[in-house]
Every structure is written in C-alpha cells, then in structure tokens.
C-alpha cells in the first residue's frame, strides 16, 4: 500500500539520540491513523546508528532504512530521502529532536485545510540557541532576501511538510549541492506555516559546526543568485570612478603648480584596489567551481542499502542525484 505520509530523516552519528527519537515520533504518526513510513537515512555513519536503526527495523513496521555509502551530507541525505519517499505527502525532520515530531499532526492537517503544497515549520520561538545561533542565523535570512530570496521564509529551516507534486518537481531538479531551504520556495507552489517553540538537542552533540555553517551559507549564495557576479561589476565600476576622479585631481594640482605628495595614501589606494581585485576573481572562481562541477554530473551521493528494496530483485536501480548499489562490486559507480 502506498503511504499517505512519509518522514524522511536524516541522521549521521545520532546513536544518543536515536532511541529518545523513536520513542516520541512513533506514537504521534500512530495516532494520526493513516498509513506512512518513516525513511531513516543514515548519512555514513561511524556509530551504532547502524546497528539501532537495524535494531527499530524489527520492531516498527512502517520503519524503512536507506544507507548511504560513505557520508555525503546534510542536504545531500536528505535529497536521498525525498529519492525515496513514496508518501502523497513528505515531511522532513532531524533527529535530535529540536524540531519536535509532534508538529507533524499541525503541519498535515494545515496542508489539507489549505490546499497547501508546501508546509513550514517556523521557529518562533528560539530562546534555547545561543545568542551567536540566533545572530548568524538572522543573518543568514536576511542576507539571502537581500540578494533576491523574497519568498523566503524567516527561522524556517528544512523542518517541512511537502505534497507529492512538490517532492517530484525537487527531484526532477538537475542541480547539484543544493540547499532545500531555498529551492523550494522558489519552486512558487502554494504555502503555509506552522509556528513551534525550539527546544534543546535531546542528546548527542550538534552535526553542523561552524565550518558547516559556513559552507552552508556560501553553498547558498552561489547556488542561489548571481548578485555577487555584479557585486563584482559594481567594485569594478567604482573604481573606474574613484580611479578618474584621482586622475582629474592630480592633473589640477599639476597645473596649480603644488607638488604631487602622499605616498602613504597611493600606495593604501592600490592596495585596496589589489584586494577587490583579487575578491572579485575569488567569486568568479567559486562560480566556475560550480560549472565545473556541474559538468562533471557525479552523483551527490551513493545508496548502498534500502530496506524496502533489500527483498525486491532490483540490480543497480538508479535514483535522483545518487546510485543504489546491490553489491559492493558497483561500488564508486558513476
């Protein structure tokens, strides 16, 4: 039977974690008396998240394990999942229980009575982040509404409830390290939201530090806009003006006979200008880095296991953005 809901988690070293998920988000999808599955996608991990969620396998039915083969990311896992949901509706969720389950029953009966397509979840409440959290995250919100993310929403992370036209159109999508938060507003379907208070990772330790974060960001504003190319554009345009501008005063001084003098503030102006110089090749670099990568059409990631498919003959099935592996000979496969 096709599930009316599928939950696709992603989960990479959530072994403390893991038990205290299951406990709360089990009796929740229970009690909304539809069928669904909950896809567990385990981004590589190097715990016991393995052996746990082999553990729940045996105990929860509706409990389906994708694995990936090595780790491959937060946004790259999840895209896995949303491969493999078979739900007409599809939520997404981490594990560590800061965006909690029981939001979920809202967030359906919200895309129903409103013929939404896509359901937020919004953190109205952010009082359990630190000060630095909640500061680099407004940040983050306002920089991409700046460079042209006006349907995004603020404090609405990947905690989300989509419909099955919304998860085809996201997995018909060629783009590689994409970042979901901002694809899929731009995708214009019909939307909702639903507010709820962050609460405290239940356990475990944060899987997204600030070198993640910022890979995150500048993920999200080369993928997102070309607004940094004519940042560029604009440098070189003010310093054509500011570059005239001295020209004209050096010639008046010449001709009112007063001797050229400021060596310190030449060579400040030149080096100023070798740095937006060297700014401006640095994000046109990181602009070909994505060209070339997208060229290069490697898959985001590897499925090396899926519970459904493991009692189904299906050699070497492919899957959106990534290849399911049946033996270990196809490994690596492009």
Request: with cysteine.
């Amino acid at each position: 039977m096709t599930p009316e809901l599928s939950v696709v988690v992603p989960m990479y070293n959530e072994e403390e974690v893991l038990p205290l998920f299951v406990d709360r988000l089990r009796p929740v999808l229970d009690d909304l008396d539809i069928a669904y599955e909950v896809v567990a996608v385990d981004d590589g991990s190097a715990d016991q998240t393995p052996v746990l969620l082999q553990k729940f396998l045996r105990l929860w039915p509706q409990l389906r394990v994708v694995r990936l083969r090595a780790n491959s990311g937060h946004q790259a896992a999840i895209s896995a999942g949303l491969a493999a949901a078979r739900g007409q509706w599809v939520a997404t969720i981490d594990a560590d229980l800061q965006d909690p389950p029981e939001t979920l029953a809202a967030m359906l009966a919200t895309g129903r009575e409103q013929h939404a397509d896509v359901v937020y979840g919004v953190r109205t409440d952010r009082s359990t982040d630190s000060a630095f959290k909640r500061t680099t995250a407004r940040g983050f919100y306002k920089l991409m509404q700046v460079i042209g993310g006006d349907d995004l929403r603020m404090d609405a992370g990947d905690f989300r409830l989509m419909s099955r036209a919304t998860v085809d159109a996201v997995n018909a999508l060629p783009e590689h390290h994409r970042v979901l938060r901002l694809v899929i507003p731009t995708l214009g379907f019909p939307e909702a939201e639903v507010g709820y208070k962050r609460d405290h990772r239940a356990a475990g330790d944060s899987k997204y530090p600030l070198s993640k974060m910022l890979k995150l960001t500048l993920d999200s504003i080369t993928g997102f806009s070309h607004a940094p190319l004519r940042l560029a554009t604009w440098f070189g345009i003010g310093g054509f003006v500011v570059a005239f501008a001295m020209l004209i005063y050096a010639i008046g001084v010449k001709i009112s006979g007063d001797p050229l003098s400021g060596w310190t503030s030449t060579v400040v102006i030149v080096a100023g200008f070798a740095a937006l110089q060297l700014l401006c090749l640095g994000i046109l670099g990181e602009y070909v880095g994505r060209i070339y990568t997208t060229q290069q059409a490697r898959p985001t990631y590897y499925v090396a296991y899926d519970s459904l498919m493991a009692t189904q003959t299906a050699p070497d099935l492919q899957v959106r953005g990534g290849r399911s592996q049946d033996s270990p000979t196809t490994a690596g496969a492009p």
